[in-house]
């Protein structure tokens, strides 16, 4: 007999005397996964058993001259960068409202990638100004120092902070197109899928001008 038909059967039993006792949950709690067996793993036992979340999940719906032109997905590092990942993840969703500084929404929503090299650097985030002079993190201060450079991933689609010195960043950011990755900056997250988004878009637009189609995140938010 399983737990929730012993309770079920002990309520209908109480019932016919007038009295039902209270059902409570006494604790509750994560439980450890499964080991090779099919057992419980003990976390006592192994304590470097992991029970940490699965890093968040956002993406950018992405348009060109007001067409869509798809959606890329990132992973963040929260595991390693919680703090830079936190900063993009909340500016993706929008949810801390205005920024102190400038009194803009702290939202990536609306805002332009404002520097596109074919085949190299995808460099948005200036949500104050639009055109890499600005930016505001969601932190009490507009800027947030380097948290770490624990992560050095390689190859198309590394997301990292765009800082114009040290200790300096706040909302732009840069999705890396190439092969080989120069780890000057915070990198914190990576595309895990829409790279063909990003290329079909460098292929419209090679180099940003004054008279090139805006390329612009048109929606965003959290997956998961």
Avoid: W
């Amino acid at each position: 007999m399983d737990v929730l038909t012993s309770i079920m059967e002990g309520l209908s039993i109480s019932s016919s005397s007038n009295y039902i006792p209270e059902v409570m949950i006494a604790d509750c709690g994560l439980v450890p996964p499964a080991g090779r067996d099919g057992g419980r793993l003990d976390v006592n036992v192994h304590p470097k058993l992991s029970l940490k979340m699965a890093n968040p999940r956002v993406f950018f719906d992405m348009t060109v001259g007001g067409r869509p032109a798809g959606r890329i997905v990132m992973e963040l590092f929260a595991d390693t960068t919680p703090k830079t990942a936190e900063n993009f993840r909340a500016l993706c969703t929008g949810e801390k409202g205005l920024g102190r500084r400038f009194g803009k929404p702290l939202h990536y929503k609306g805002s332009i990638i404002h520097e596109l090299r074919r085949g190299y650097i995808f460099h948005g985030g200036d949500i104050t100004a639009g055109d890499g002079s600005g930016g505001e993190s969601i932190y009490e201060d507009r800027y947030f120092d380097d948290e770490n450079f624990i992560k050095n991933p390689t190859g198309p689609g590394v997301l990292s902070m765009v800082s114009h010195e040290r200790d300096t960043n706040e909302s732009q950011f840069m999705i890396n197109m190439t092969i080989s990755v120069i780890h000057e900056h915070v990198e914190f997250g990576q595309v895990v899928q829409g790279l063909d988004v990003i290329r079909s878009i460098m292929e419209v637009v090679p180099v940003v001008t004054k008279t090139s189609p805006v390329v612009m995140i048109a929606n965003c938010g959290q997956i998961s």
